[in-house]
């Protein structure tokens, strides 16, 4: 399959999270980029805009922008010349999903279909062949394994952001490590230990946040909660948010709480929790 790699206002950290693959090399056997912007290959971005060149996927990188020009070429141009004839149309991370970090005030940037959790009627005609992959960076087995599905004709299922519910369809929270100190209400005092939950008062987003990084994960090694850092919601439509290492309160209980638990429940819950004094909870793991 042929695949067009474009970047608009990026890091390029999607792209160096994508060479961290660990099958990277069978990957480009299988596939082939008529451009990358990181990678050699046989066409310049000025012959992807004049030539009709056949392709595939269309991934888009980064924050769009009325009136960026790449090259001297108005980059939404390449967008929809390609976006109209490819298969499939891949938003490859959150600045090309919902904005991202380089929003601006003036509304003039905005992602491939949203700008936030709104949508937008820019691009409005190509959603049906859109296939959102968020994350700041991308997890790069999301990404691959995304467009193998689409290699091998597989039906995705997506979320309200057209997300991939195989990765997207539960919480950072699922598969981490630290939950049984989530479930007594054991906050880790300091980045970085082994112990406890970072969720109650270092503002960990793990509970509200889509993805699977405690399920696949990264470098096959670790995330950022089983290495004492908490989840910064990198994936949602409102990242980056203010304070992200404060978990917010109101009277003492989270301002956020986890999706679809009502207030009244997690009250009578935290109580029961609370009254629980198990040792092995409040000594090192390792001494």
């Not at 042929?2 to 994508?18: E, I, M, P, R, Y």
């Not at 959790?117 to 994350?135: L, N, Q, V």
Request: glycine share 8%.
């Amino acid at each position: 399959m042929k695949l067009l790699w474009l970047s608009a206002h990026t890091c390029n950290g999607n792209v160096h999270s994508f060479f961290n693959y660990p099958k990277i090399e069978q990957f480009l056997e299988d596939f082939e980029f008529i451009y990358h912007p990181s990678i050699e290959g046989k066409y310049t971005l000025f012959d992807i805009f004049t030539k009709d060149i056949p392709c595939d996927i269309l991934l888009i990188d980064g924050t769009l922008e009325k009136g960026l020009k790449k090259f001297d070429i108005e980059l939404n141009d390449i967008v929809r010349k390609y976006a109209s004839k490819v298969k499939k149309i891949v938003t490859v991370g959150t600045c090309a999903t919902f904005g991202g970090v380089f929003l601006d005030y003036t509304k003039e940037r905005y992602g491939f279909l949203y700008h936030k959790d709104s949508k937008h009627d820019r691009f409005k005609e190509f959603r049906e062949k859109t296939i959102s992959i968020s994350g700041c960076p991308i997890h790069p087995e999301t990404l691959a394994n995304t467009l193998y599905a689409i290699k091998k004709e597989y039906k995705l299922h997506l979320d309200e952001y057209l997300r991939p519910k195989e990765f997207y369809g539960f919480t950072i929270h699922n598969g981490c490590l630290r939950n049984e100190y989530f479930e007594y209400k054991v906050d880790g005092y300091e980045y970085g230990n082994l112990e406890g939950c970072l969720y109650y008062d270092h503002g960990c987003q793990a509970p509200y946040t889509h993805g699977s990084c405690n399920r696949i994960l990264w470098n096959e090694t670790s995330s950022k909660t089983r290495s004492g850092h908490p989840c910064l919601g990198c994936t949602e439509p409102n990242f980056p948010k203010d304070g992200l290492y404060v978990t917010k309160k109101n009277m003492g209980i989270p301002e956020n709480l986890p999706l679809g638990v009502p207030k009244r429940t997690y009250l009578t819950f935290a109580g029961m929790a609370k009254a629980f004094k198990i040792d092995r909870f409040r000594t090192k793991i390792i001494d």
